[in-house]
């Protein structure tokens, strides 16, 4: 038998060939060895597990060196710690020193603890180049864990190691500082979570089961959209759908519109959500900018919304509701509502095409009554398709629009949004109307019992109001016909409108074929020569070689006896100062020759403009 002593720390001895480190079995293992086991590992279960895992393996070794040298009651507390770095040395860790200490020691209580010191040529440094590379960060997570684990154990009081500076990051050396960890807070715990770390098995059967349960959320799921996209299939309507999904969720749904009005529900009642709905604490313009899925707390409970998109545009809102004993399952039922909003998108998407195809097939049917290609008998027989009455009164009307300014919006987009913006308003006022389409206008036809005694003045008004609110920077003007019986003379009453509409203004965009009054019954094509005659004898130079300046005098004239000589209305209208406008009578005057205050000549005057306006609609607009 034979024994080696190495500054009385570390006995070694063989015994039957083996070798035993202070009485300890022991085994030599290679530092490059050590390495590769490192690396390996590191590489299969990545390094933020495993250096926790190095640091509670040097933690161990450390804490048994520390008992071994608790044992020699001759040293001062001092001395034993001084004696970690020594072992750490013989052990062949790193040359290691302290640079500086401060303890202080009361009564068995540690009152201070500070030391600083320096590791060279640390084989774990070593061994992270050689496999790794220099990298940024430090990297010596076993003597860390032996410092930790050595002091602690001689103290009876956790310590905490740290490495400042690495070998590994290219430093010329390792620098470490120990501190009490209480002063270390949050920087140690993340090298004492190991002992709150599961086991690799224990947290991959928990990683089964999480993903079991995902398997299962995603075939209920999967299910009730199957059986949702069943429903769609076979042409059955929404609240089909919704019957099934209750069914399935055993929650109350709701599918609302753009302006959360409720198109339908299932599991609750009109009249008690109406109640609920008041309590809901965000405001109407939060939630139109909800664009995904949203959990919103209300009094009773909790909200869960998804928008509705058709085409890239919300067009509106799938929602559950929970009462407050009812905790949602915030993945499934995202998920589900996820889906119904794609249900709902698409039933939307049929909609849509089954009103476009029928206005379509309406819009072919204006344009044949307007060319005249039926006879009376025929067309009536033709709108009983389309549960239209054509035998009665009727009105057509001209809706003109156009772009104020200059606007990013292409005239494409102008003439599909206000298409659709009037299909949708008299849509959901149930007004039955043909809607046909012309280059920068449409022509509608409204008879009188699908206005239910309401005056189509006031209706076209309401109509105009609503496309100023949904489409802006855009002007529109309404011209609206007399009154017909015939249906065979719609090309004629169209004609009326398009004469009342060259009479609209910003400021009164409507105009019947009545306030034409004589002039709208005279004007034709077989008399038009002596209406331009009688516009050239009673305007005279004012009507002569047009351009912009002569176009405001037009237009001031025009106004002027539209209100009744008024200067002060007058000058409103046309946003002038009444000293502008008075300028620009006298220079009226002086073209005209004559006095504008007599009410023969104000009469004659106005008649002559209303039928300039009329037949020469185009020549004028070219100077707007």
């Known amino acids: 038998m034979q024994t080696l002593k190495l500054h009385d720390l570390i006995h070694i001895k063989q015994v039957n060939e083996l070798l035993f480190a202070n009485n300890e079995r022991s085994v030599v293992v290679s530092t490059k060895a050590f390495g590769a086991m490192q690396r390996d590992l590191i590489e299969n279960m990545g390094i933020n597990r495993l250096k926790t895992f190095f640091f509670k393996y040097g933690?161990?070794?450390?804490?048994?060196?520390?008992?071994?040298?608790?044992?020699?009651?001759s040293l001062s507390m001092l001395e034993k710690i001084e004696y970690g770095p020594i072992i750490h040395a013989l052990k062949g860790h790193a040359r290691s020193r302290i640079t500086e200490k401060d303890f202080e020691m009361?009564?068995?209580?540690?009152k201070s603890f500070r030391f600083k010191g320096i590791w060279e040529n640390s084989f774990e440094a070593e061994q992270h180049i050689r496999n790794f590379g220099i990298n940024k960060g430090t990297f010596c997570y076993t003597l860390t864990g032996y410092a930790t684990g050595y002091i602690t154990a001689l103290l009876g009081q956790k310590v905490f190691f740290k490495e400042l500076e690495c070998e590994g990051e290219g430093a010329p050396y390792c620098i470490w500082e120990g501190r009490l960890v209480s002063e270390w807070k949050e920087e140690a715990e993340e090298f004492f979570s190991y002992s709150k770390e599961l086991p690799i098995l224990k947290e991959l059967e928990q990683t089964n089961e999480m993903l079991m349960l995902e398997k299962n959320n995603i075939a209920l799921v999967s299910k009730t959209y199957n059986e949702m996209t069943n429903e769609l299939i076979k042409g059955n309507n929404i609240d089909s759908i919704l019957e099934i999904l209750n069914k399935q969720i055993n929650l109350p749904i709701i599918i609302e519109d753009i302006r959360h009005?409720?198109?339908?529900?299932?599991?609750?009642?009109?009249?008690?959500?109406?109640?609920?709905?008041?309590?809901?604490?965000?405001s109407k313009n939060r939630s139109q900018?909800?664009?995904?899925?949203?959990?919103?707390?209300?009094?009773n409970g909790t909200r869960l919304i998804t928008p509705i998109y058709l085409l890239g545009k919300i067009v509106g809102y799938c929602s559950f509701l929970y009462d407050r004993g009812r905790t949602p399952n915030s993945e499934i039922d995202?998920?589900?509502v996820d889906r119904l909003a794609s249900i709902c998108s698409l039933l939307f998407l049929k909609e849509k095409a089954e009103i476009e195809s029928l206005e379509l097939v309406k819009g072919h049917f204006l344009e044949e009554i307007i060319s005249g290609k039926y006879s009376?008998?025929?067309?009536?027989?033709?709108?009983?398709?389309?549960?239209l009455d054509l035998s009665d009164h009727y009105h057509m009307v001209l809706l003109n629009y156009k772009f104020m300014k200059k606007c990013e919006e292409k005239e494409f987009t102008l003439h599909k949004n206000t298409f659709e913006a009037v299909s949708t308003f008299f849509r959901e006022r149930s007004i039955n109307v043909l809607i046909g389409q012309q280059p920068d206008s449409i022509v509608l036809l409204f008879t009188e019992k699908q206005l239910n005694q309401q005056k189509i003045e006031s209706t076209i008004w309401s109509l105009i109001s609503n496309l100023k609110k949904g489409i802006k920077n855009a002007l529109f003007l309404a011209g609206i016909s007399s009154q017909n019986s015939k249906i065979v003379d719609a090309g004629v009453a169209?004609?009326?409108?398009?004469?009342?509409?060259?009479l609209s203004s910003r400021e009164k965009p409507v105009t019947s074929f009545s306030e034409l009054g004589i002039i709208g019954v005279l004007i034709n094509d077989q008399n038009e020569?002596?209406?331009r005659k009688m516009i050239r004898d009673t305007l005279g130079d004012l009507c002569e070689k047009l351009d912009s300046n002569k176009i405001e005098l037009i237009e001031t004239l025009y106004h002027f006896l539209v209100n009744g000589g008024n200067l002060e209305q007058t000058a409103e209208n046309l946003a002038l100062s009444k000293s502008g406008l008075r300028y620009r009578l006298t220079k009226i005057t002086d073209l005209l020759g004559c006095d504008l205050r007599d009410p023969q000549r104000q009469f004659q005057l106005l008649m002559a403009l209303k039928a300039l306006k009329i037949v020469d609609h185009d020549r004028l607009k070219k100077f707007q």
């Open 334 to 336: 995202s998920m589900i």
């Open 106 to 110: 009361e009564n068995n209580v540690i």
């Open 376 to 387: 009376q008998q025929e067309i009536i027989r033709k709108a009983d398709f389309i549960q």
């Open 289 to 299: 900018n909800v664009t995904k899925f949203n959990f919103l707390s209300f009094e």
């Open 261 to 282: 009005q409720v198109i339908t529900l299932k599991g609750i009642t009109v009249d008690g959500y109406e109640t609920i709905r008041k309590t809901f604490n965000f």
């Open 529 to 531: 020569n002596a209406i």
């Open 59 to 73: 933690y161990h070794l450390g804490e048994e060196d520390a008992i071994e040298v608790a044992k020699n009651e």
């Open 494 to 502: 169209v004609e009326e409108a398009r004469s009342a509409v060259r």
